[in-house]
């Protein structure tokens, strides 16, 4: 079965830290590696992504790190912010039977205190 | 320019009713697919649609179906509602319908069955 393994399930950081959440993927098949913001009663809002041809992407604050071999991807957010606070989805696609359909990890609860 | 828009924003429906969602994609995108969202998950792949063929299912019943109209917007069908079917409905729309491309969410139709 395709899966995609999220961890942690809840994370609570200090204003100004890191924050990291962690993936990881079993079908070598999967292509495309996105990560979406989602707060609550609102869609999933696409943040950042990183195809398994580099090694890692940041844009602003947030940085995706991806290892091939290892089958497995993070996002860090660096300098959070109470307004990070929300829940974060790693998700993958890719290969003949998956295609563009995304199948998404089972989230983290993102705090960030003040 | 507007993002993903969704009909109804919430809707409550009995055992055994019928429901239709309607969702209208980013303009330009010729590609949308339906995630289911449980409570406390991460969403789940139901269809995809391209230039209004099904291009991918997802593992629900055939109680779910769906169309894509020639202006690209899209409704998703469900009969015999079921407790279970309580859910957030999400559409996502993409430029085309190949692999690899940010798929964007509207902010979905939260349906609760009694």
């Known amino acids: 079965q395709q899966q995609v393994k999220q961890s942690p399930q809840s994370l609570i950081v200090q204003k100004g830290g890191i924050s990291i959440i962690n993936c990881a993927y079993e079908?070598?098949?999967?292509?495309?590696f996105p990560w979406y913001q989602q707060f609550p009663g609102k869609g999933p809002a696409l943040l950042i992504a990183?195809?398994?041809?580099?090694s890692e992407k940041k844009e602003g604050r947030f940085t995706i790190s991806f290892n091939k071999s290892a089958k497995q991807f993070s996002l860090h957010i660096m300098d959070s912010q109470p307004g990070d606070s929300a829940t974060y989805f790693c998700a993958a696609s890719g290969g003949e039977t998956s295609g563009s359909r995304l199948t998404f990890g089972e989230g983290t609860q993102l705090t960030v205190n003040p | 320019d507007a993002g993903v828009t969704q009909s109804p924003t919430h809707l409550i429906k009995t055992r055994g009713q019928h429901v239709t969602l309607r969702c209208s994609p980013i303009s330009g995108h010729k590609s949308v697919s339906w995630y289911q969202q449980v409570l406390g998950q991460g969403p789940q792949f139901i269809f995809q649609y391209y230039e209004k063929e099904e291009r991918g299912r997802g593992n629900f019943p055939d109680r779910f179906s769906a169309r894509q109209f020639p202006n690209y917007s899209s409704e998703l069908n469900v009969n015999a509602l079921l407790l279970g079917d309580s859910a957030l409905y999400l559409c996502?729309?993409?430029?085309?319908?190949?692999?690899?491309?940010?798929?964007?969410f509207g902010p979905g139709t939260r349906l609760t069955v009694l």
């Open positions: 996502a729309s993409r430029p085309l319908g190949g692999p690899g491309y940010p798929q964007y």
């Open positions: 079908n070598t098949a999967f292509d495309y």
């Open positions: 990183i195809r398994p041809d580099v």
